[in-house]
């Protein structure tokens, strides 16, 4: 933003022109102007009292003013006091023992002519009180094309002087320029060389120059820097023409901003200067954390020992006192654990044991964790009549955590639950991307294959083929849902006791769904689809209203999924199905090294690929 335009625009509307200013004794009188004259006798105690009268007189055009029985007095450049003695004079001739004072009623107005880069040019009557500043609001101010620093005031023809705006906008100064006279031009010019400021001072922005203006100069014009600045450099973006752009470093300090100074380093039209914030990093401190009274950050001192930040009386009651961590930062960058016995170091006192009382380093964290040990939780969700997160004893059992959760709902669907282990969810996730890396490794070899086969026209098409198949692995490997341990979860007075009844680890998680209402049917068929559940139907009848199995098939391996997570081989065996199953047909996963269009190619790899990938989510999910 263009310093000085903003708040000068802010200012228009309450800034009066000065008209009730107190008038000096050397004000210079004019036609227009108006004067009161008061006359009374001298001395006081005459009989009566005093004798007292007043006039109100006007000069004319000629510059004279009429004065009752003394005739027209010409006062036309002639200052206030001057004019009262010429008065003074004149009333001598006709009156004696009197006193007069002569004051000067309103004002007379002069035109003066506003031009250049304001928002409205033209002639203004103002008051002959008025400064440069008062005529340049009446016209509404500069424009942003305009200066602010090099406004000229001519008289006759002659410059009288050049006003610099900044003088008001930075230091106050109201009372700029020469006296205005009737007849006076205020021009203002097109804006000069400007630079512009950012960083770590108070007024950001865009700042006219004048000649010889240094960085620090412009520093001090931004109101200066902040406390954060890093003030050992400054840098300049400089233009340089055709050739673009470059950047200087400029060595600095905090003197040379006090000086408004910069030394040699002068700016040019069009830098920008940038102040960078300096570095916060607490480098003379050290961090108490863990089961302290006041944990937080402490100030390093040479010499420093852990005895003098752990005390005694430090530590909360159930603080770990056998084991602390002094977390130190090596010279690497590295991190080192050191171990401290508090006990075997107060043991020692009044004179510290060497070996346990550690000087400590800045930035040094040192932990103290608790001898108690938290509850482990389970969460439970879905259908049981009171979901949430439990605290588990050890030893107890899942049986009796739904219980504290009061059963399942009357909407509830045990077989179909999932159980997760976090233990668990970490071994299978290992296996997974192991599972991935191998299946990338076989899709690049195998478009490989077929893309040797194709001919050089299906490049292509196949490097397309090759992106989409890994990017629909990773795809699938983020979605699946590791960690599920197949139970056969049934009514609670039945799977309690159990083999089932598995015994609660911390993070475990159990989610009960309502009952579904479908079988899905999903894989080499021609249409993978979920079929509503018939009660007594065979699986066949599920794969037939899914359009039955296409010829990519592998029919031996065609396998249920059941709700619970298990798995069973060869559906033509299962009779009878349950809501929530999983009918899987994969396809052949034999290589094909065969000369094929290369369309059916691809159609035949991403058909594999993708049932593939549909079997790893429905394991997992």
């Known amino acids: 933003m263009q310093f000085g335009y903003e708040a000068f625009r802010a200012l228009l509307p309450n800034l009066a022109p000065a008209t009730n200013l107190p008038v000096s004794p050397d004000y210079?009188?004019?036609?227009?102007?108006?004067?009161?004259?008061y006359v009374w006798n001298l001395p006081l105690n005459i009989p009566g009292g005093a004798l007292y009268d007043s006039a109100a007189l006007m000069i004319d055009r000629s510059g004279s003013t009429f004065v009752?029985?003394?005739?027209?007095?010409?006062?036309?450049?002639?200052?206030?006091?001057?004019?009262?003695?010429?008065?003074?004079?004149?009333?001598?001739?006709?009156?004696?023992?009197?006193?007069?004072?002569?004051?000067?009623?309103?004002?007379?107005?002069?035109?003066?002519?506003?031009?250049?880069?304001?928002?409205?040019?033209?002639?203004?009557?103002?008051?002959?009180?008025?400064?440069?500043l008062d005529a340049l609001f009446a016209a509404g101010g500069s424009t942003k094309m305009g200066t602010l620093r090099l406004i000229r005031i001519t008289r006759g023809g002659q410059v009288l002087g050049e006003v610099d705006l900044y003088e008001f906008l930075l230091r106050g100064q109201r009372a700029i320029g020469p006296p205005l006279q009737s007849g006076d031009t205020i021009f203002v010019p097109f804006i000069g060389p400007v630079a512009a400021i950012a960083g770590e001072v108070k007024?950001?922005?865009?700042?006219?120059?004048?000649?010889?203006?240094?960085?620090?100069?412009?520093?001090?014009?931004?109101?200066?820097?902040?406390?954060?600045?890093?003030?050992?450099?400054?840098q300049v973006e400089r233009l340089q023409g055709s050739a673009g752009k470059v950047l200087l470093d400029i060595p600095f300090g905090v003197a040379q901003v006090g000086q408004g100074g910069g030394g040699t380093d002068l700016l040019q039209d069009g830098d920008l200067v940038t102040v960078f914030r300096a570095q916060d990093r607490l480098n003379n401190a050290i961090t108490l954390e863990g089961f302290v009274r006041n944990p937080g950050?402490?100030?390093?001192?040479?010499?420093?020992?852990?005895?003098?930040?752990?005390r005694p009386e430090v530590l909360l009651p159930e603080a770990?006192?056998?084991?602390?961590?002094?977390?130190?930062?090596?010279?690497?960058?590295?991190?080192?654990?050191?171990?401290?016995?508090?006990?075997?170091?107060?043991?020692s006192s009044p004179t510290p044991n060497s070996a346990q009382d550690l000087i400590l380093q800045p930035q040094d964290r040192i932990s103290v964790q608790s001898e108690v040990v938290g509850p482990s939780t389970v969460t439970l969700s879905g259908e049981v009549k009171r979901p949430g997160t439990y605290a588990v004893t050890k030893g107890e059992r899942l049986s009796s955590a739904i219980r504290r959760a009061g059963g399942f709902t009357d909407k509830a669907y045990p077989k179909a639950a999932v159980f997760t282990r976090d233990s668990v969810r970490k071994k299978e996730k290992a296996q997974l991307d192991d599972f991935v890396r191998i299946q990338e490794e076989r899709i690049f070899a195998e478009t490989s294959a077929v893309a040797a086969g194709a001919g050089g026209e299906a490049a292509g098409p196949l490097r397309e083929s090759l992106i989409q198949r890994r990017a629909m692995l990773r795809m699938m490997a983020e979605r699946a849902v590791v960690g599920r341990v197949v139970l056969k979860l049934t009514d609670l007075d039945q799977f309690e006791g159990s083999e089932f009844d598995v015994v609660l680890e911390d993070g475990d998680m159990l989610a009960v769904p309502m009952q579904p209402s479908s079988v899905l049917v999903m894989g080499a068929v021609r249409n993978s689809t979920?079929?509503?559940?018939?009660?007594?139907?065979?699986?066949?009848?599920y794969v037939e209203k899914a359009g039955g199995l296409n010829k990519e098939a592998d029919k031996e391996e065609v396998h249920i999924v059941k709700a619970d997570g298990s798995a069973v081989r060869?559906?033509?065996?299962?009779?009878?199905?349950?809501?929530?199953?999983?009918?899987?047909?994969?396809?052949?996963?034999?290589p094909k090294y065969r000369a094929l269009p290369v369309w059916r190619d691809v159609a035949?790899?991403?058909g594999q690929f993708a049932l593939t990938l549909a079997t790893v989510y429905n394991i997992f999910k």
């Open 28 to 37: 210079t009188l004019g036609p227009g102007d108006s004067l009161i004259m």
């Open 68 to 132: 009752p029985r003394v005739g027209s007095v010409p006062l036309q450049g002639l200052t206030l006091a001057q004019a009262q003695e010429v008065l003074r004079t004149r009333l001598a001739r006709y009156y004696t023992g009197f006193e007069l004072r002569v004051a000067l009623g309103e004002l007379r107005s002069i035109s003066v002519y506003v031009i250049g880069e304001v928002n409205r040019p033209g002639t203004y009557s103002i008051s002959p009180f008025s400064t440069v």
């Open 203 to 234: 007024r950001p922005g865009i700042y006219e120059l004048r000649p010889g203006t240094s960085i620090g100069a412009l520093v001090v014009m931004a109101g200066g820097s902040l406390p954060t600045a890093a003030l050992d450099r400054v």
């Open 297 to 310: 950050l402490y100030e390093w001192k040479p010499g420093m020992r852990l005895s003098d930040v752990l």
């Open 320 to 347: 770990h006192r056998d084991r602390v961590e002094v977390i130190r930062v090596r010279p690497d960058f590295s991190r080192a654990v050191l171990t401290v016995d508090l006990r075997e170091l107060w043991a």
């Open 530 to 541: 979920s079929v509503l559940f018939q009660p007594g139907a065979p699986a066949e009848y």
């Open 570 to 590: 060869g559906y033509t065996k299962i009779r009878e199905l349950e809501p929530g199953d999983t009918i899987v047909a994969p396809s052949s996963i034999e």
């Open 604 to 606: 035949t790899i991403i």
